[in-house]
């Protein structure tokens, strides 16, 4: 099990950028895969990004796609998300989430992640 503390969150016109961190304890953090996901007011929560244990596969919403790009750093137990030319749709709370796999599939669903960070609150004015 991984607890979870995400940190960089804030307020950014639209067009801006902000990167978001994940920091996590635990034992064998390098044997999970690490995912963003985010929620709205009044929406479900869903996948934003999401990397494999080894750093070797990624994959997004179609909707961030070209913009966001997630990162992991297995030596510092950290994993990132690198958000560009931010639009007011990606408002939201944003998640850090982790589920103990060693397969090349990034699970896309939040039930399928065990471990959830407390979330951090992005706003992106217009």
């Known amino acids: 099990q991984l607890q979870l503390v995400e940190s960089g969150g804030g307020l950014v016109q639209a067009g801006g950028s902000l990167r978001l961190s994940c920091a996590a304890s635990?034992?064998?953090?390098?044997?999970?895969?690490m995912a963003w996901f985010r929620q709205a007011p009044g929406k479900d929560r869903e996948f934003v990004g999401g990397i494999t244990w080894s750093g070797g596969r990624t994959d997004y919403l179609d909707s961030v796609k070209g913009r966001f790009t997630i990162s992991r750093d297995n030596a510092k137990n950290t994993v990132n998300l690198q958000m560009n030319s931010l639009k007011p749709e990606d408002t939201a709370v944003y998640y850090c989430?982790?589920?103990?796999?060693?397969?090349?599939?990034?699970?896309?669903?939040?039930?399928?992640?065990?471990?959830w960070g407390q979330g951090t609150q992005v706003t992106v004015s217009s």
């Open positions: 635990g034992r064998a953090f390098s044997s999970y895969t």
């Open positions: 989430a982790a589920v103990r796999n060693f397969l090349p599939v990034i699970p896309t669903t939040p039930g399928e992640y065990g471990d």
